[in-house]
Each structure stands twice: as C-alpha cells, then as structure tokens.
C-alpha cells in the first residue's frame, strides 16, 4: 500500500481530487528513468538516495510518488564473493569457536579459511538484504507507462483508505463483480433506477473492524479492470492525512489498465459470436450488455443483438453448456423472475432439461456443440416479433429433428434428381 505521505492529492472541499502524473511530467520522469540506468551495478540502497534528492526540478510529491514506483519496477541481484548464508553460517561459527579472539582476528581468521579477503567476506555477509543488492539495468519503458503506473498506485493508495466505495458501470460488470467476489471483497450489485448502469458497492477497509492491508490491496486491484468498461464512475469516501474527503475516479482517467479481461468464457460462446457476426452483417452483436434486474438479483446476459439501424428490437441471448443442477436451478430461477420476452435461452441438448423447467416467456434452442447461428437470427427475425412483441415458439428437440430430417430429404432428392438426369443424358 502507498505510504500515506506519498498521496499526492488537491483538498477542494470535501472533495480530495488526485494529482495525476501527464505529458507535463515526462521530461522529469525521463531524467529519473536515465539516473535508474546509470545506478545499474550499483547497491540498491545508492539508487534509493538518488532519486529520493530534490535536485531534480520536479514537483515533490509527485517526484516522491515515482521514485516510489520506479524503486517497486526495478530488479537487482545478489553479488558476492561467497553466497550470503554461507558467510554468515561460517563467521558465527568461527566466533564461537574462538571466543577469546577479537572481532577483527574471527573475521581474518574466517576469510582464510573461505579463501577471501576480509573485505570480501564482509561485503558477502548481507549482500542478499534488499538495500545491498545490486541494481541491474530495468526493462525499457517510456515515461507515460511510468505515469499510467504511478496514477495507478496513486489511486489505489486512496482507495486502501476509502470506508465505502460505490462504482457506476457501463459494460464489463460481470468481469468487475467476478473479480471483487473472487478477491474475498464485500460486494453487492444492483441496477440503478433511470439508467442502464450496475452499480457496485464495496466495503472499504476502513469500514471494517480490523483495517487488513490484503483487504486494501484486493480493493485497489479492481481498480485497473475498472479500464476495459465502456465507462464508469466510481465515487469513495476516504480518510487521507487525517481527513475524511470524498474521492472521484471516472473514465478517461490516467490510469494504467489491466491485462485485457478474456472475452469470452468459453469456446462456445466465441464461436456463436464468430458466426452471427458473419451471417448477419446488418445485426450487431454485443458481448456483456447491460445487466437485467431479475427480482432483486441482476442478471448477466451473454450477448445483445439488434439491427444496427433500430436498436429497439433488442434480443438478449444466453448460453447454457456445462452446468451442474445447482448452477442451473439459479440460473433458471433468475430468469423466471425477470420474465424477459425478448430472451432466446440455448441449452445443450444432451442435458436432462425438461420444457417445463424452461420460463414460459423464453424462446428456447436447444444445440449441440455448437450453438446454430442462423436458428437464432430466425427467431429474432420473426414477423411481427421483437423486444416489444410476444416472442416465437419455443424450438423443441424435436422441432430440430425434423427440421434436420427434412433437410436431409432434400439433399437426398436432390442428389436422386441428378443421377436421373444425368443417366438420361447418357442414352441421349
């Protein structure tokens, strides 16, 4: 966590409005970043007190804030003539083998034996503790990823201090819950009135009985998955020097992004996204739309579809492949209570579902392997019917069965027709 002498932020009010690094600021970060390339071969600890000097010209606090960061991004190695526990194991034991001896004739005496110098035997005594550890050249960078890096560990130094937190999300809200649930954090999510937003709302460290640091640490991590979001506006009240302010991050923030989140949770899903793109051109195919209130409980469709020129005839469609009966029976659940009329529900045949466990108001698909893109674009397809209308009948097994058997008697009567036809162009 940010040490709190290192948050560098503007009091407006109540408000605190962070400091964050710009365009402005890579001349100074580059004179930084170059000190960290002459320092290589160098202890770790000279590195720290140079960057930690004021000469350089920029802005304390947020000198202060990369120095910090640029310290945490560079590596180092241990150097020593004699491996480290190997020095200390045999001084220890020399000085209770000679008590009676001086420390410098213990220390003369331990280097012989090891084959060093007293110098050397020294320097290899705590070369592994970070401080003595050598610097070694860091990855290259450019000054803005730097910038990205310390408004991010900036932000999150605020949020490690917040009592409660509360995000707006458009896009990518299933990906941040998921998240927040699997770091252990203290989430509910719900859907706004008026608006098409989930919002989050976190407990923050603050408010808990014990304040964890590993609490802090999972709340600031959401923090970079928040990026992959259409948008999103996340509001936190935080103690900082003190003082209990409110703090606003929103999109087009600084902030450096996590690794992409995956797309798409399975190879089903990229395959049927895959294929309806190429089969309808004209309809778009949005993966994640917003949440569904479901009585209470939101919801997450796996795609929107709609034409792209009336994006009122909205169609959510969901995925069912592996599932075990108590997935399911949530699952099914949820949709009963949000009785979406413009849901087409494609399940994997070979599961043991019944019709009647299926909402009546769902259009249902049964596949195999592999969702069928063209089935689906025929239900939303359908005359007279859309997300304001009754929805299609539901597609039965053995509706495809015959739909499959027929198709088959006409590739059969096709290829019956030709072989007629070309025997008698044979007699002719």
């Known amino acids: 966590m940010l040490p709190a002498g290192l948050l560098s932020c503007e009091f407006r009010g109540s408000a605190a409005v962070p400091r964050f690094l ?92 090891l084959g060093v110098s007293p110098a050397a035997l020294m320097r290899s005594l705590f070369a592994d503790l970070p401080p003595e550890r050598i610097a070694v050249a860091t990855p290259s960078l450019d000054p803005g990823q730097v910038a990205l890096r310390a408004n991010l560990a900036l932000a999150q130094g605020l949020l490690a201090r917040a009592h409660r937190v509360r995000i707006a999300l ?60 259409r948008r999103f506006r996340l509001e936190a009240v935080c103690d900082i020097r003190g003082r209990r302010a409110a703090v606003t991050l929103a999109t087009g923030d600084p902030i450096f992004p996590s690794l992409e989140p995956r797309r798409f949770d399975s190879r089903l899903e990229e395959r049927f996204s895959r294929d309806f793109s190429r089969l309808a051109p004209d309809w778009a195919i949005l993966r994640e739309p917003e949440p569904v209130d479901a009585g209470g409980h939101l919801f997450f469709p796996d795609f929107a579809v709609h034409p792209r020129l009336d994006p009122s005839r909205r169609w959510f469609v969901e995925i069912v492949g592996f599932w075990t009966p108590e997935y399911l029976a949530g699952k099914l659940e949820r ?42 674009l025929e239900i939303v397809t359908a005359p007279g019917r859309g997300a304001e209308g009754r929805h299609p009948a539901p597609v039965t097994l053995r509706d495809q069965q015959a739909r499959q058997g027929r198709e088959w008697q006409d590739r059969r009567l096709d290829k019956c027709s030709g072989a007629r036809e070309a025997g008698r162009s044979e007699l002719a």
């Open 22 to 113: 710009g365009d402005a600021d890579r001349p100074w970060i580059r004179s930084l970043m170059d000190e960290c390339e002459r320092f290589a071969g160098r202890p770790i600890r000279e590195l720290e007190v140079r960057l930690r000097d004021p000469a350089s010209g920029a802005p304390d606090d947020k000198r202060r804030l990369v120095a910090h960061v640029l310290l945490g991004l560079a590596r180092s190695r241990v150097e020593s003539p004699v491996p480290p526990r190997e020095a200390r194991a045999a001084l220890f034991a020399a000085a209770g083998r000679f008590p009676a001896d001086t420390r410098a004739a213990v220390i003369a005496r331990c280097a012989g034996e």
């Open 170 to 229: 458009d896009g990518n809200a299933r990906a941040v819950a998921r998240h927040a649930t699997l770091r252990g954090l203290i989430c509910s999510v719900t859907r706004g009135g008026g608006d098409d937003l989930a919002h989050v709302d976190l407990s923050g460290p603050f408010a808990l009985f014990r304040r964890t640091l590993l609490y802090g640490r999972a709340l600031g991590a959401v923090l970079p998955v928040l990026a992959w979001a």
């Open 335 to 376: 949709l009963r209570r949000a009785r979406l009329s413009n849901l087409v529900l494609c399940i994997d045949a070979d599961r043991n579902l019944g019709e009647g466990d299926v909402p009546a108001s769902a259009a249902l698909l049964r596949f195999r392997k592999r969702v069928d893109a063209a089935q689906v």
